[in-house]
């Protein structure tokens, strides 16, 4: 592969052609391999500092790649909107300028307001990564979750994906519908009508509000988590209703292909989304895209941090 | 010493052996010694991931495990009830099969609820650590008392301990009686009869309510902190009180044997269960307890993952 | 430069001589440009332990000692109020106690009473620097400032300095005046007469209450942050009031000396202590002094921790 790498940052998989997802994806095999070792430790990015900066709650994704950069050899610092200045009314740019007159390398961000990580991107000359911004994007996941597919099914192209939920609110939906269009996966969305955005047909995807045919025709099945309070908001009759009309139990999933992969981003709400059984069971990959997680980050904490002109060197993994 | 370690997790004191216990205890004195160190660090456990999963705030008894992890050069990630996913409504398992996924090697686990560490210890491969779950154990707590008792005393068999306060509630006692007993102390617990289990006595211990006695009696006495919310909930009449009856002072102490080891688990409430005086003299090892703290915690990190067969091998230390 | 470093701890610029306010600095600039190096670390402090104990807020204090501190190779653990037995009612000295008891090595201490780093330091053999107490010290903010104006102008030694703001409940303004006064800087403050110590030309410095003839005059305006409480409790009639009088604004500043050094500890309040494009202008060093601040705790970190005794070493940085 004679890809070269040459974004600043992540910011979404909008952003990426067909080719550079694919350098993430071989990048990140290399340094799965890493984590699967008795000593989980390359020197790659020793020396680099890596700023995680959540002004949302997350245990996995801050965990994820204070683990990725850990792993690679870099210095982590965490700070979260609680116990920070942030709490004087300092603007999150101002905290960012501050970070990167420290000499940091990269700030991780994580925040409530769609295009926070644009604007830090645009002024900043640290990488930014985008680690989920508003109900826009959340680039690593929807490339953790092409990493686990390909890794499960050997392909991308041509696989149809479902997704279902609550589409309108979703930043790993949005990514997600990028990433399968670049990498040639035709998508349905499925979800009721008032968590579907308005015209999403022209994202070059089809809407369904048949849960059962989806599941009869995808080869691969994403479930969104469905955040509750969108009920107090009115989003959604009722948690139980939609449990009942869009959950995906065993019964249902008699009807699907042999070798479906079940996917959900986490954390999930066991008997909502999706029954224990079949969160437990043998089509599901979600521990699978935990697993991967971890390499994808490495894989872009590695290209964007300036090692990553061309492919991983066998050298320095 | 020929014991090999061929436990998983570190659960209760209750499950090991006498020979079990013995062998941590000679792996903290090599131990002990790397924190004297000019270099406190040596490369034991590096490329290994430890994660402080803490739902209970705790200053010394995380940091105790994060400096523990450190010296061994494994890498530390913190995850704390508050700004986590956990908020979410995610189970104690879920978060923990998570991290899991995520190639960690150990949880350090801490919880109000007795029996989570088990819990997670059943499901996981990863090795689990209990830090101090609800009133039932704190495993390192009572290694670490009984390698100071050792240190000071020279041995532990034949000793007579007197544990003073909240035994009903204390999850330091239960571990540190199952310890004593194990290694052939004879134990006298002491308390207001509202704080002392029922039937405690099954236990192979004595009961007094007089605490004169019992530091006349005694080699080491062990005092328990007192919770204040104990008076709240009419377990006690009143904190004042508390102290009046079992309040360890200089004048009580001149009782006492002549070389009296006084512990306490900290943190201490001076002017309660002993006065300031006691705490900070000559007979107190409270502050040995927290240096052994270290120690131990790094010898029960190094058996559990994966090189503690047998002995500390000196190449490693 | 022959000086050597004697202290145990760095509590406040008063207690440095000129020769060891020199010797930081001179140290300090071996270490900045340890931070410009594609691999931003040095041994220097591998194996040895530093705590911050943060009992305030701060992202960039923090932050800054966390990063100096990796860059030097020691390890770090964060402790903050929230989150620690602190709210179980332990005195802070009894938790540093405890701390030291786990062999580490420094604790970098933020409090909001004045004088509490100092008790720490009466009492614990392990490092004690204050990062801030209360309305009295701040002496690595001190020094970073020093070193960020004999980098922009070449010297101290002459200067004239403005001090603009709430000197009374300042820890900056304390320090920095130290600093200069020793360094032979001469000084004028200038602020709401409310917000003025009673006396404080004692500490040989002027007072004025115009900020047009001190912008005239100085070499240097060093800007303090407005805290807005301030307002509510009656020391200031209003914010809008003081930006209008003491903030400095583009227009005000063409009356300034060409090469004027515009300075502000930050977080500032753009629109009252200053304007945006003053902030962001020519003369603001506001990002240098961050940049400075990593720098600057390197050198205190490495001078106290014992490898100190004489200037930096070529073969350990």
Chains 1, 2, 3 share one sequence.
């Not at 965490?78 to 990269?106: F, H």
């Not at 994906?161 to 519908?177: E, F, K, M, Y």
């Amino acid at each position: 592969m004679t890809t070269e790498w040459t974004h600043k940052d992540l910011l979404d998989v909008k952003d990426l052609s067909r080719e550079e997802i694919e350098l993430v994806l071989e990048t990140a095999k290399s340094f799965k391999e890493v984590s699967a070792r008795d000593v989980k430790k390359v020197p790659a990015l020793r020396g680099k500092t890596v700023v995680m900066l959540f002004f949302e709650n997350s245990t996995r994704t801050r965990a994820s790649f204070e683990l990725a950069a850990k792993r690679l050899s870099a210095d982590t610092i965490n700070i979260s909107a609680g116990g920070s200045s942030l709490s004087k009314g300092e603007t999150v740019l101002d905290t960012a300028r501050n970070l990167e007159a420290m000499n940091i390398d990269a700030i991780v961000v994580r925040h409530p307001s769609s295009g926070v990580p644009d604007v830090l991107a645009r002024h900043l000359k640290a990488v930014v990564i985008n680690a989920g911004d508003g109900c826009r994007a959340h680039p690593t996941q929807a490339l953790l979750d092409l990493f686990t597919i390909k890794e499960k099914l050997g392909k991308i192209d041509g696989l149809k994906v479902g997704i279902v939920g609550d589409i309108l609110h979703s930043r790993v939906a949005r990514s997600n519908i990028w990433g399968f269009n670049k990498l040639g996966a035709r998508v349905t969305v499925c979800g009721p009508s008032t968590l579907m955005p308005p015209g999403v047909e022209k994202l070059g995807i089809k809407v369904t509000n048949d849960i059962d045919e989806l599941i009869r025709e995808s080869d691969v099945l994403m479930l969104l988590r469905l955040q509750k309070e969108r009920q107090e908001n009115q989003f959604l009759p009722s948690v139980r209703e939609y449990a009942k009309r869009f959950g995906v139990n065993q019964e249902r999933l008699k009807q699907a292909k042999k070798d479906i992969v079940i996917m959900h981003p986490g954390p999930t709400n066991r008997g909502v989304e999706l029954s224990a059984e079949v969160a437990d069971g043998e089509y599901s990959v979600i521990l699978d895209q935990v697993t991967n997680g971890v390499a994808v980050r490495m894989a872009v904490l590695y290209l964007l941090l300036g090692k990553g002109k061309s492919k991983v060197e066998e050298g320095n993994v």
